[in-house]
């Protein structure tokens, strides 16, 4: 190795060993017991090594797959919904000229607001026949729904708090994007005779979409590994009908006390989260890669 090489390595081990200690080493030792039958139901049993049978449990049981079908439902339309509504808010931020400061400053405060509190004041606007969503609905001559008790109803509120938390995040994003773009480039589309939805798709997008990108997978990644909001708001209920990986994983490890079989569903929502940023780093990374060059 050269000197640059080596003093290059120097600056990063820091940085490595603290990913090392605490992403790596964890991830290892619940991979392995992941291959074991850790059970502190039955701790005269012992911990013996099972191999893949805790992972062929999880993708023989419905449940997993159901919990599966629940993550992937809620990370598509939330991340949909945070794109779309991100995208307008950073917009309008961008067009303002007056009072910038106060109104993003406006915008970023439900993100500000830690998850746990943001699912209680959701489960109070949703919670109860005399709620603020049902007195709403009774206004327009709507009957109060049970929106708790209601395995499709169960949603509505689940999917509005975490669009309402997640929003100002994907805006600030975006509006990182939309200050990069060169202001040249909308005036030249403007002398050319484009309206502003002509320069809005024509110009704007694409020079807006590594932002779009970087927005898509942080948020896809992190849907996926919802957990504290479901938890918060409706425990997964009714029944199993919100129940994500997460939540699963959760409960089999803390109130079932089986230890492998959740590690074993731990890692497999850590290989779905992978793939997902696997793909974005393959697809999406490369292409950019070569529209730099």
Same mark, same amino acid.
């Given at each position: 190795m050269t000197r640059d090489t080596r003093f290059a390595?120097?600056?990063?081990?820091?940085?490595?060993?603290?990913?090392? %200690?605490?992403?790596f080493l964890p991830l290892a030792w619940?991979?392995?017991?992941?291959?074991?039958?850790?059970?502190?139901?039955?701790?005269?049993?012992?911990?013996?090594?099972?191999?893949?049978?805790?992972?062929?449990?999880?993708? %023989?049981?419905?449940r997993f797959w159901q919990a599966l079908a629940h993550t992937a439902f809620f990370a598509v339309v939330s991340v949909a919904l945070e794109l779309l509504l991100g995208l307008l808010l950073a917009l309008g931020l961008h067009q303002l000229r007056f009072g910038r400061g106060p109104a993003r400053t406006a915008a970023l405060l439900p993100w500000a607001i830690p998850t746990?509190?943001? %699912?209680?004041?959701?489960?109070?606007?949703?919670?109860?026949?005399?709620?603020p969503a049902n007195a709403t609905l009774a206004g327009f001559g709507v009957e109060p729904r049970a929106?708790?008790?209601?395995?499709?109803?169960?949603?509505?509120?689940?999917?509005?708090?975490?669009v309402w938390k997640t929003t100002p995040f994907v805006a600030l994003l975006l509006l990182?994007?939309?200050?990069?773009?060169?202001?040249?480039?909308?005036?030249?589309?403007?002398?050319?005779? %484009?309206?502003?939805?002509?320069?809005?798709?024509?110009?704007?997008?694409?020079?807006?979409?590594?932002?779009?990108?970087?927005?898509?997978?942080?948020?896809?990644?992190?849907?996926?590994?919802?957990?504290?909001?479901?938890?918060?708001?409706?425990?997964?209920?009714?029944?199993?009908?919100t129940e994500p990986i997460a939540l699963l994983a959760f409960q089999t490890l803390f109130e079932e006390l089986r230890f492998g079989y959740g590690a074993a569903l731990?890692?497999?929502?850590?290989?779905v989260t992978s793939l997902l940023a696997f793909?974005?780093?393959?697809?999406v990374g490369s292409d950019l890669l070569r529209e730099e060059r």
């Open positions: 390595w120097l600056l990063c081990a820091p940085a490595l060993l603290v990913i090392l %200690a605490f992403a619940t991979i392995w017991d992941s291959l074991h039958l850790h059970d502190l139901r039955m701790p005269w049993r012992g911990r013996p090594f099972v191999g893949f049978a805790n992972y062929a449990e999880a993708l %023989a049981v419905p746990v509190v943001s %699912a209680l004041l959701w489960r109070f606007l949703f919670d109860g026949s005399a709620s929106w708790f008790s209601d395995a499709m109803l169960a949603w509505v509120p689940i999917i509005l708090a975490d990182a994007g939309l200050q990069n773009i060169d202001d040249a480039l909308e005036e030249a589309a403007r002398v050319d005779g %484009a309206g502003a939805w002509r320069r809005f798709v024509h110009v704007t997008l694409p020079c807006l979409r590594p932002a779009l990108l970087v927005a898509l997978v942080f948020r896809l990644l992190d849907a996926f590994r919802v957990f504290d909001l479901i938890y918060v708001l409706t425990t997964g209920g009714p029944g199993s009908a731990s890692i497999l929502l850590f290989a793909v974005y780093i393959r697809l």
